[in-house]
Structure formats: C-alpha cells, structure tokens
C-alpha cells in the first residue's frame, strides 16, 4: 500500500507561482513512477506531468516550459513547481503514484488532491 498526501494549494494570481507536494509513504519502494493530473470543473481529470523511477519526465504540452516537476528521494517527496499561472491551471490537483504489487500487477494510488485556483 501506498498512501499519498498533497499540500500546496491554494488562491493565486494570474502570472504567479506556487509548489504543491506530494509526500508517499508506505510501499514506496514499489513506485515505478509518480506525477500529477489535474481536474477542472466539468473536465476530465488530465495529465500534468509525470516523473518515472529512472528520472524521465513527460509533460503536458500545456504546462511545458511553465511546470517542473522533482522529486526528494530522502523525503519521498515529489514537488510541482508551477510559474506564470493562468485562470486555466485552476483545478484540483492529485497526485497519482504507479505502484507494482507483490503479485507483480500494476496499481494506481491517488492523493486525495489540492485545489489551485488563479485568479484573473
């Protein structure tokens, strides 16, 4: 089991920034990756950015150049690091863990999310 809690969130201002994190414990040692998604209201929850146990990263083309995602081994601690924020980043934030079980299956795990909200 792996047990994910998020934190960061909250009112900005558009062109602002803000870091949210993402501490797991648990199972860690089971995580092949980890990221974030997000959800608007009446969206689809979507891919921001995620960050594979080697160090790759894949983002979405509408966070590129603006996210960056990292991570704190020693804390089990995944940041996202969110610049030039625009009234379409608000969302609730989750961050997502890829996990693989003892019977070696794959198993997602959810944070229970952050709210972001940018203001205009």
């Known amino acids: 089991q792996v047990q994910l809690v998020e934190s960061g969130g909250g009112l900005v201002q558009a062109g602002g920034s803000v870091r949210l994190s993402c501490a797991a414990s648990?199972?860690?040692?089971?995580?092949?990756?980890i990221g974030w998604y997000r959800q608007a209201p009446g969206k689809e929850r979507e891919l921001v950015v995620v960050?594979?146990?080697?160090?790759?990263?894949n983002y979405a083309d509408s966070v590129k150049g603006r996210f960056t995602i990292s991570r704190d081994n020693a804390k089990n601690t995944v940041y996202l690091q969110m610049n030039s924020l625009t009234p379409e980043d608000t969302a609730v934030y989750y961050c997502?863990?890829?996990?693989?079980?003892?019977?070696?299956?794959?198993?997602?795990?959810w944070g229970q999310g952050t709210q972001v909200t940018v203001s205009s």
């Open positions: 648990g199972s860690t040692f089971s995580i092949n990756a």
């Open positions: 997502k863990a890829i996990a693989t079980t003892k019977a070696a299956l794959l198993i997602d795990y």
């Open positions: 960050i594979s146990s080697g160090g790759s990263t």
